[in-house]
């Protein structure tokens, strides 16, 4: 009996230093491979869409779990991953594992088979104009000021600039300047030799008109303003601006010269003079202070003879785009690309830079390099465009989305394993869009001009995006 006892003990211990080990390696990741009988470390596949409740399939085998989940205890090399979803197009992409590492897909966006797009407003439209920064959208059914109308994607009123009452209405409109965040743009046109500036403040309940012709001194290559102060208008020339103030119909010829750029952010006017020298002013000129004092920036790549928008972001960021398309920073590696640059979006939560050019989407972060010093570091979204115009950050910053060609599509921001993008509808030829990232939809005018939105993110994903961004 104490034999028995004995061997009985012998084998638990000689099982205990068997099992244990298998126990622990299998714990942290480790397994045998059946094809290489080796041990190896796995991997995993972290999976979530939008919205949620996605069959999954690893190659041809369908996983027990819906969307969100993982798939765990994947031996390393490419697995095909495909995502199903009744009433939406399927998703699949390869998918490399690594060892001991978590491939993520995180807010994968499914797109509906049958987009369905609603009319936002009745009628055939010429063209559609955002008012980024705005709750408003601006179109037109011909040239006539009479055929524009404001529309308010927030709570979808819709009202014309002006009735048959207006003294403006049969005023033929040729171009419009806003800048991003004000309430307050400018219209330019009139016949041939009676041209005119009209200034129209939406701050009120109902657009009001004023004409502000006679405060300027000549037709100005661009009409910048600060929207934080949208009375101080400052009509740009080769080498100069000139102010006007609005508000008491006052007019400051060459108020600022020597002017190789510039931009106005909260309340203050930042230049570039023709010697490269960066200074900012109140809009009284008081208080001249220098910025972008970085050694480390070489200002000679700024040229001559390029006029440059200044563009200040939060984090201390400035952005100088050239009208000939060049993109330069404040930060590491200062020139950010020599040319062809469109539009520029910078995404605050995520600390992330969106580029394009007519050619291609770009998105950036600005992260530490290999000698520990911060520097954007630039990843491709999309190549092969054919004329992009616009594009717009989607699902806090996941996705990106872009008007190419009177074509509207919608791509992954940080591809995991190559571009994954999908065509969504065709737009009126030569016609913008727009994006809210409040109400999920994409306005557009279709091939015929009526003005439709489609409803891209899912009601209830909106919501919890909105949760999220204000904790």
């Not at 006892?5 to 205990?16: A, D, H, P, T």
């Not at 030799?193 to 109902?206: N, S």
């Not at 994954?420 to 913008?432: I, R």
Request: neutral net charge.
């Amino acid at each position: 009996m104490l034999l028995l006892r004995r061997i009985i003990f012998y084998c638990l211990v000689v099982l205990y230093f068997i099992v244990c080990p298998v126990l622990l390696l299998f714990a942290l990741g480790y397994t045998i491979n059946p094809l290489t009988r080796e041990v190896e470390q796995t991997g995993l596949i972290h999976l979530s869409t939008i919205p949620a409740g996605a069959s999954v399939y690893l190659e041809h085998s369908r996983f027990v779990q819906k969307t969100p989940t993982n798939i765990n205890e994947l031996h390393p090399g490419q697995y095909h991953v495909t995502l199903d979803l009744p009433g939406y197009r399927t998703w699949g992409k390869q998918v490399a594992v690594s060892p001991g590492k978590a491939t993520a897909f995180d807010k994968i966006l499914l797109i509906p088979k049958d987009l369905s797009p609603s009319i936002f407003m009745a009628g055939t439209f010429r063209q559609l104009r955002p008012l980024t920064g705005t709750d408003f959208i601006l179109t037109a059914q011909d040239v006539n000021l009479g055929s524009f109308q404001l529309h308010n994607w927030k709570t979808n009123k819709h009202f014309p600039l002006a009735d048959h009452s207006s003294a403006w209405y049969g005023f033929p409109v040729l171009s419009v300047f806003h800048e991003d965040d004000s309430k307050v743009f400018i219209l330019y046109g009139g016949g041939l030799w009676e041209r005119k500036y009209l200034f129209v403040d939406m701050k009120g309940d109902v657009p009001v008109i004023s004409d502000i012709t006679k405060l300027f001194s000549k037709d100005p290559l661009l009409i910048k303003w600060d929207p934080a102060s949208s009375n101080d208008l400052f009509p740009v020339y080769a080498n100069y601006i000139d102010r006007i103030d609005v508000g008491t119909s006052a007019f400051y010829p060459r108020y600022l010269e020597d002017v190789k750029g510039c931009g106005f952010h909260n309340n203050k006017i930042f230049l570039v003079s023709n010697e490269n020298v960066f200074t900012k002013y109140d809009h009284e000129k008081t208080k001249p202070e220098s910025f972008l004092e970085n050694k480390r920036m070489d200002t000679s790549a700024l040229g001559k003879n390029v006029f440059f928008n200044i563009m200040i972001y939060p984090d201390d960021l400035v952005f100088l785009q050239g009208e000939d398309g060049r993109l330069i920073t404040n930060s590491a590696p200062y020139q950010l690309m020599d040319k062809g640059v469109l539009g520029i979006k910078y995404h605050e939560r995520s600390k992330s830079l969106l580029v394009w050019t007519a050619g291609a989407v770009f998105s950036a972060k600005f992260v530490a390099g290999q000698s520990g010093i911060k520097e954007w570091k630039f990843r491709q979204v999309y190549q092969g465009g054919e004329d992009i115009k616009q594009c717009f950050w989607a699902l806090d910053a996941s996705y990106v989305i872009v008007n190419d060609n009177d074509k509207i599509y919608v791509f992954e921001t940080e591809p995991v394993s190559g571009f994954h993008g999908e065509a969504l509808v065709s737009v009126k030829k030569g016609s913008l869009i727009f994006y809210s990232n409040e109400t999920g939809c994409v306005y557009f005018l279709d091939e015929a001009g009526q003005f439709r939105k489609i409803q891209l993110i899912p009601k209830e994903n909106i919501v919890e995006q909105l949760l999220n961004k204000d904790e």
